[in-house]
Nanobody
Framework: QVQLVESGGGLVQAGGALRLSCAASGRTLSTYIMGWFRQAPGKEREFVAAITRRGSITDYADFLQGRFTISRNSVENTVVLQMNSLKPEDTADYYC????????????????WGRGTLVNVSS
């Protein structure tokens, strides 16, 4: 029902910053709890951040240590992940996802997914 497209990935040096955006079509993103996940080669897909339908509550993975911020832009119908102080271990494909029902810090609870955008952090 909703189509998601991520953008903003690329190559950055350690300590740098990137801003990822998730654009939607077919539905207003306020309909869903929105999340960001990432997956590095050979690793499980892991939770990064989530935001409630009205954007009043956010949830972050412990390993972020305050470096990332998730937010909504209702005018553009997008969800943004601002990533600061990037580390080489942040290198992964980053996915935007929408949750229509039951939220948990797990990819299995999200219903719709974008195709991902690659973030490559060099040391």
């Amino acid at each position: 029902q909703v189509q998601l497209v991520e953008s903003g990935g690329g190559l950055v040096q350690a300590g740098g910053a990137l801003r990822l955006s998730c654009a939607a079509s077919g539905r207003t993103l306020s309909t869903y709890i929105m999340g960001w996940f990432r997956q590095a080669p050979g690793k499980e897909r892991e939770f990064v951040a989530a935001i409630t339908r009205r954007g009043s509550i956010t949830d972050y993975a412990d390993f972020l240590q305050g470096r990332f911020t998730i937010s909504r832009n209702s005018v553009e119908n997008t969800v943004v992940l601002q990533m600061n102080s990037l580390k080489p271990e942040d290198t992964a494909d980053y996915y935007c996802a929408a949750n229509a029902a039951y939220y948990y810090q797990s990819a299995t609870t999200f219903d719709y997914w974008g195709r991902g955008t690659l973030v490559n952090v060099s040391s």
